[in-house]
């Protein structure tokens, strides 16, 4: 089975601007989580789809939205981008999404923000 | 809400030798779940070990192992016979039981010294 994948791997905006940031899961996978990892703040979990329904949300401002498709990619949207979006940002799926599933994660988008 | 902390920013072991990882957390559930990741240099994070809460036995896989002390709170991560593939960024996550987000400490750098 292939892995999760991330597309684009590397990113460089300059503030103000917005992206998006793809991400498939397992096949067969219907959970899709996202999570911000920078330096200062570690790893921080961001939202969780499963069915195309946002199923959890962490505590991120209204800029950082997603959706998930009804083939269980997701993506993920940043508006009006500041400096501190800088960011490797991770995606990863499971099953269920319920913690007794490993979830299992994508090799990432380096979002850099000038 | 809960926590993790991994007090040890960076570690280094000799090949071969044997390295402990700490790792604490806080929670007021009786029911969650206990990982830990591993992050290589530009690589995909992999799951470690993980340990049920309600499970006394502590988790073993190959040269891994957990010493779980539930009363402490306390998840540290054993290393026996290390390796130079072994060096690598390493997350304690914690994870309530049901659909919910892992919580991750803010790592510990492994290096593996030949």
């Known amino acids: 089975k292939a892995g999760v994948t991330q597309t684009p791997r590397y990113l460089i905006k300059t503030r103000g601007q917005q992206v998006t940031l793809s991400c498939s899961p397992i096949?067969?996978?219907?959970?899709v989580s996202w999570y911000q990892q920078t330096p200062g703040q570690g790893l921080q979990f961001l939202f969780e789809?499963?069915?195309?329904?946002?199923?959890n949300k962490g505590n991120f401002p209204g800029r950082f939205s997603g959706r998930q498709f009804s083939n269980s990619r997701s993506e993920m949207n940043v508006s009006t981008l500041e400096l501190g979006d800088s960011a490797l940002y991770l995606c990863?799926?499971?099953?269920?999404?319920?913690?007794?599933?490993?979830?299992?994660f994508g090799p990432g988008t380096r979002l850099t923000v000038l | 809400a809960q926590t993790v902390t991994q007090s040890q920013p960076e570690m280094s072991v000799q090949e071969a030798e044997t390295v402990t990882l700490s790792c604490t957390y806080d929670?007021?559930?009786?029911?969650?779940?206990l990982f830990w990741y591993k992050q290589p240099p530009s690589r995909q994070m992999i799951l470690v070990i993980r340990q049920e809460a309600y499970k006394q036995q502590n988790a073993t896989e190959n040269r891994f192992s957990v010493n779980f002390q539930k009363a402490a709170k306390s998840f540290s991560l054993k290393i026996s016979d290390s390796q130079l593939g072994d060096a690598a960024m390493y997350f304690c996550a914690y994870r309530r039981s049901g659909n919910t987000p892992l919580v991750f400490g803010k790592g510990t750098r492994l290096s593996v010294i030949a």
């Open positions: 929670t007021s559930e009786s029911d969650y779940y």
């Open positions: 789809y499963f069915s195309e329904t946002q199923r």
């Open positions: 990863a799926s499971s099953t269920t999404g319920n913690s007794y599933n490993e979830q299992f």
């Open positions: 096949s067969g996978h219907r959970s």
